[in-house]
């Protein structure tokens, strides 16, 4: 293969599978969750709704893995501008389009093999997948989500210098979007401004989706998932090649 | 002149906001020739540099490059040269190879000869045999090298060299210029080059440009300019024309990291 956007793709792949540490360590999140969440509020649930927690909560934290694991992906390119590996890319005969989306097409991939694993963590611990034959769907929803939040995460570093913005990223972007998805408990019954802010949050729609492809439960039914979801995952996909075009060195 | 310029600049400006980083200046550099771009810290070597590699946008100006005009063909323009950055650019968590191979597929280097130019350019720099280690496990000579044969994977006309021995002890130094001297004389290949080393640009550089606050004071050979100046070495021309006063630069983007304050980006 000889693409500026294969090598950049797979250079993200490669940095990946290399940093084991960086696994393990970003499954320790959702494993607590799981656990914590799941076991600790689990017959509170089942004496509310008589369904099972672990089968509601599983999908919102394989989505929370693929949320987490994007969003550091694209905001990479801070490291990649501090260590001057950005200057080497953007001096080269390559449009920035290609570099950006073999960067995103990288990180999302990155972030469904982080997915995929934590679903297998998920197995594990008692979760139910009710027909294998959906998980196709499941996995067309991981990859609009991974896709979205990889550029997300690129449009926010394509202004940033250095790491300082991290920790308001980290506290007014991507704890927001994953308590406020309906990952963690069920809409329906939540207040109504929660529900509306909710209703605004494309995560919300990614979730609903792997909910529904796996457990067969929906809110919005998986048509209307799957068209917000993919419609706002162009938006952002272009947004961030946007923002990345314009970066100066 | 008998020879034609391979890089020309006539009255190329560059202004950040008020402040003129390059003033007005105009200068020529031959087919094959080793030119040296010499100032204090701040004078405007980098902006300059980053002018002729595509990297920012004169204010005003005309820029020639290889006869093409690395402001509207920029990707054309690219291909054409090599350049070896201030700072390192390497991806540390890659191997030394796969560097390479990186910067071959985005310069569109044919998978043929891919792999031969590879191992060609890494014997010449006598990393070969780390080709498989991480990057961040070499010095900081080592990677200075790896760069070097990086920028020429894609035989350019020209390379830019920003500062290529910065940091360095005095036997990697030698060992750099020697590579670049032969690479100049056996490929006929341009080299721009800044150092503040006036000993190794006295030793190395054909022709010579010594810019301050943005503007050339003296253009010519090493020895046209010690006479000028009546000096006996190009470290005191260079002190007489430019003064003893310690310059600022700009921070750069390691500082700016510590900082601290500055958080969502200035444009620049």
Redesign the interface.
Known sequence: M???V??MWL?QV??YL??KARIIGSLGQPILFLVALGFGLGHLYQQTTGGNFIDFLAPGIIAMSILFTAMFAGIEVIW??????L?????????RFKIMWGRTLGGATTAILQGIIVLLITLLIGFRVVNWLYFPIALIFMILIGLLFTSLGTALAS???????FP?IMNFIIMPIFFLSGALFPLDSAPTALKIIADFNPLTYGVDGIRAALTGVTQFGIIPDFFVCALVTAIILIFGSWMFSRI?? | MAKENIIDVKNLVKKFKDFAAVDDISFGVEKGQMFAFLGPNGAGKTTTIKMLTTLLNATSGDISLNNLNPIKEKNKARKTFGIVFQDPSLDDDLTAFENMEFHAVFYGVPVKVRKERIEYLMKFVGLWDRRNSLVKSFSGGMKRRLEIARGLIHHPKILFLDEPTLGLDPQTRNHIWEYIKELNKKEGMTVFLTTHYMAEAEKVADKIAIIDSGKIILEGTAKEIKKKTKTKNLEDAFLKLTGHAIRDESAGAIDHLRQGARVWGRRR
């Open positions: 000889n693409s500026p294969y090598i250079r490669k940095k290399r940093s990649d501008r501090q260590f001057g590996f200057k080497e890319t953007l001096v080269a005969p390559v449009s202004r940033m210098n250095d790491m300082q913005a308001l100066q060195i």
